[in-house]
Nanobody, 124 residues
Framework: QVQLVESGGGLVQAGGSLRLSCAVS????????MGWYRQTPGKERELLAA???????TYADSVKGRFTISTNNAANTIDLQMNSLKPEDTADYYC??????????????????WGQGTQVTVSS
């Protein structure tokens, strides 16, 4: 059974930084990639960044150059470094176990493949 637990959210001023972590436990390695998503009320979850086991990364245009996804193998976490935060980055942030093929990240949609989320609020 896979367990994903996000942490690191909070309140930050515009222009500031936060580092989110997704602690991974269980048999997650049937997936070959991990992703970070965010969601605001009334909207669908938006893929922000993904990383494969081989280290290939992909980013949404909205966060490219500001956010960095990385793997911490020692801590078994998938991290999202968020810099130059904007009020429009305010959302609930989720990590996901998925699959990456031919340049596209495919999220796994079962409940075990999502964490519970961590809230990020960016004040102006």
């Amino acid at each position: 059974q896979v367990q994903l637990v996000e942490s690191g959210g909070g309140l930050v001023q515009a222009g500031g930084s936060l580092r989110l972590s997704c602690a991974v436990s269980g048999s997650i390695f049937s997936s070959n990639a991990m992703g970070w998503y965010r969601q605001t009320p009334g909207k669908e979850r938006e893929l922000l960044a993904a990383i494969t086991r081989g280290g290939t990364t992909t980013y949404a245009d909205s966060v490219k150059g500001r956010f960095t996804i990385s793997t911490n193998n020692a801590a078994n976490t998938i991290d999202l470094q968020m810099n130059s935060l904007k009020p429009e980055d305010t959302a609930d942030y989720y990590c996901n176990a998925g699959d990456y093929f031919s340049g596209t990240y495919y999220p796994r949609k079962d409940d075990d493949s999502w964490g519970q989320g961590t809230q990020v609020t960016v004040s102006s």
